[in-house]
């Protein structure tokens, strides 16, 4: 059974829109026809969401993660979950993209599998996948909820502490191109005529105004072009990802962020994959993929093949990059004590708390130098222009 989605005209002529089950696109037509609908256009909810909303905000598939965990606690099977929230008129906006996963799910697949074929992030959908392995997937649907609001609250925090700077940095460039672009060109041609010599600061800053005049738009342009080709090798290639981690990770600030971002998931999905059952060699792959690093699961395949031959799991995370500093005591902890995943819980916590005390003084640090930055570049720009006035003075005194 799948689903379409059509516009048809009633018995009135009135143009109306809706979804429809069928087996096939014939059966979508005739269902429609018994309606007494006569369908203009008809198209499987898979090819609706590719072309109009296939990518949805983090906000809406918190949401929905949160009704189906829910749904799923209650006793509701994920089929009829599924169906209770394409039927409902609080969810319409969402319609085509539930029903595409329920689809797929009645074909036979995951439920991760499903969401990541719907265009979920690959996280997500490794942290689920790791809620259906370990018979926890009411608890996994409401980790990924959590963790997709987290990251929301990040960025909000970020709007907020950049929004001041930023209107900031918007008029000192407004004000900064005026001076460059007319305001010191004027004056220089006034000083020249008045055969007054220009400081050395002067001399610089009309000579980097000069430079942006000629080539400005050209580099702002190749910088445009090479962020996205970037973008694009990253997105296409695991072994770009890699490079742009490895390069990230070694960042003062941002590295240890990252660092601490990839542990906290890592340590959680493990902790629930032992907890339902999985064996090291089953759960250390899908924790790689849940923490969002391709760094991180490229050496997990040659760690598992160690621990596979007899290794132990301190000594392969020991050469695990992004966990082994912030998790490599918790792990051999676990270990000793019998409770690996009780202690990997401890060592998420104590990874959460470090990520968001790191946040928060990245954060208060961030507008005071953005403030300095800017305000050195104003006093170079008010030196260019008051110390030939100043040397004019004296000439003419």
């Known amino acids: 059974m799948r689903t379409f989605e059509y516009r048809a005209y009633d018995s009135k002529g009135r143009r109306v829109h ?6 096939s696109l014939k059966g979508a037509r005739e269902r429609l026809a018994a309606q007494g609908l006569l369908a203009e256009s008809l198209v499987t909810v898979e090819a609706r969401a590719g072309r109009r909303d296939r990518w949805q905000r983090a906000a809406d598939r918190s949401a929905v993660y949160h009704e189906l965990s829910a749904l799923h606690r209650a006793g509701f099977p994920l089929l009829q979950a599924l169906d209770l929230l394409v039927a409902s008129p609080e969810w319409s906006a969402l319609r085509s993209w539930l029903a595409q996963i329920r689809d797929r799910i009645r074909e036979g697949a995951s439920m991760a599998d499903s969401l990541r074929a719907a265009g979920v992030s690959e996280l997500e959908a490794a942290v689920i996948h790791a809620g259906e392995r370990s018979g926890e997937l009411g608890e996994a649907l409401r980790r990924a909820a959590a963790m997709l609001e987290d990251q929301d609250r990040l960025v909000d925090r970020i709007r907020s502490a950049l929004m001041y700077p930023t209107i900031v940095v918007v008029l000192a460039i407004m004000l900064g191109a005026g001076v460059l672009g007319f305001l010191l060109p004027a004056f220089a041609k006034m000083f020249e005529e008045s055969r007054v010599p220009l400081p050395w600061i002067t001399r610089a800053v ?5 430079f942006f005049r000629s080539f400005g738009l050209l580099l702002g342009a190749a910088g445009i072009g090479a962020g996205l080709a970037v973008r694009a090798k990253v997105r296409q290639s695991r072994s770009w990802r890699v490079r742009v981690e490895r390069w990230v990770s070694r960042g003062p600030l ?7 971002m990839v542990a906290l ?23 790689a993929a849940a923490s969002g690093s391709a760094w991180l ?12 031959h ?3 799991l301190r000594d392969s995370v020991r050469r695990l ?6 998790l490599g005591v918790w792990i051999e902890a676990g ?3 019998g409770d690996l995943p009780g202690m990997l819980d401890l060592g998420a916590a104590r990874c959460e708390e470090l990520w968001e005390r790191r946040t928060t003084r990245a954060l208060a640090w961030l507008e005071p130098t953005l403030i300095i930055i800017l305000g050195v570049l104003v006093f170079i720009l008010a030196l260019a222009i008051v110390l030939p006035i100043l040397h004019l003075n004296r000439q003419l005194s």
């Not at 941002?254 to 660092?259: A, E, K």
């Not at 890592?266 to 899908?286: D, F, S, V, Y």
């Open 310 to 312: 007899g290794g132990s």
């Open 265 to 287: 998931r890592w340590a959680r999905t493990l902790a629930q994959l032992l907890r339902g059952g999985a064996t090291l060699i089953e759960a250390l792959p899908m924790a």
């Open 335 to 337: 270990e000793h004590s």
């Open 254 to 260: 941002v590295g240890d962020l990252f660092s601490a």
């Open 297 to 308: 699961s490229s050496v997990t395949v040659e760690e598992v093949e160690a621990i596979r």
């Open 321 to 326: 990059p992004l966990v082994r500093e912030l």
């Open 206 to 210: 009309l000579g980097v105004a000069g």
């Open 18 to 23: 809706g979804w429809v089950e069928a087996d």
